[in-house]
């Protein structure tokens, strides 16, 4: 699931319980309260770590690294294509999914 | 104090002879079945949920916890009362606790325990239920949970008492939401004591 709230950046930044809400209804940074008395990020620091999450996400899940991988034949038919066509026949099967997905 | 009664008739019971009764108790806010024993069952029930997410361990979890609110929860009788993540219970008897897990894990591969925690002296705590959700993939993010359940007998609701813990989740998310239950505990009173 992408990344979409603050929270899901201030859940990487300390371990356990240490944030909540003074609103629960209504997660905006405002309403960010900090339990275990130690520093509290700025908005900026919520904002921007959401969107390093983001980033992360997108490429691991929406990016020519992510559909080439789903695309790939499998470590079976990997081997087995080596194996019938060697090196040459096998780079030459990746090299297809590699064109059909250039790095961007 | 104001009593409703309705006597029912004895067609299929055990025990034909006896009529059952169902009593609304307005002083106790709750439904009180009468068994021809007098053994009664007052039905108390109640829900509470985490609503913010956090990352590694509780012993107990103890914060961000409410109520649920949403989309037309209803409660019987009297509510569970909290503190510091100790749940004290508002009547004496038999409950049934169960504990739910929604939790996340992203690139780490272990398993993320859930446990209820009982005490009948108000001091030492032990693990009455507890399991897992358990992750395999060392890349991406997943998605799990996991439930537990326990029955306590509550003869003193000054000694016994219940608290939720999670273990093993360094690299995992406990998941919480305001708008809908992901990680809750539900209450509900069976019976007497």
Known sequence: MRPTHIEDYLITVRLGQWFGWSDSKNKVYANLIVHDGGSKPSESDCTNGLKALQDAWDLENDSYKSKRRTEYPSIADQLDDIYHNGIDGWKATIKTTKDKYAKG | ?193
């Open chain 2, 1 to 193: 104090m104001s009593k409703t009664v309705i006597t029912l008739p004895s067609f299929g019971l055990t025990d034909p002879g006896a009529d059952k009764t169902i009593m609304w108790d307005d002083s106790a806010s709750a439904l009180a079945i009468t068994g021809p024993g007098g053994d009664k069952h007052t039905l108390v029930g109640s829900v509470w949920r985490l609503n913010t997410s956090f990352t590694g361990d509780a012993n107990p979890i103890d914060a961000n916890l409410e109520v649920v609110d949403t989309d037309g929860y209803g409660s019987l009788g009297s509510a569970m009362s909290e503190s510091s993540g100790i749940f004290t219970f508002p009547s004496t008897g038999v409950w049934y606790i169960k504990a739910q897990l929604g939790c996340s894990s992203t690139g780490a591969i272990a398993y993320h325990t859930i446990a209820i925690h009982t005490t009948t002296d108000n001091s030492s705590y032990g693990s009455a239920a507890d399991c897992n959700a358990n992750f395999a993939h060392s890349s991406g993010t997943y998605h799990g949970s996991a439930s537990c359940d326990c029955i306590l007998d509550v003869t003193d609701t000054a000694n016994c008492k219940v608290k939720f813990v999670v273990d093993n989740a360094a690299s995992h998310s406990t998941k919480g939401n305001t708008g809908n239950n992901s990680t809750y505990f539900v209450f509900i009173r069976l019976g007497d004591t």
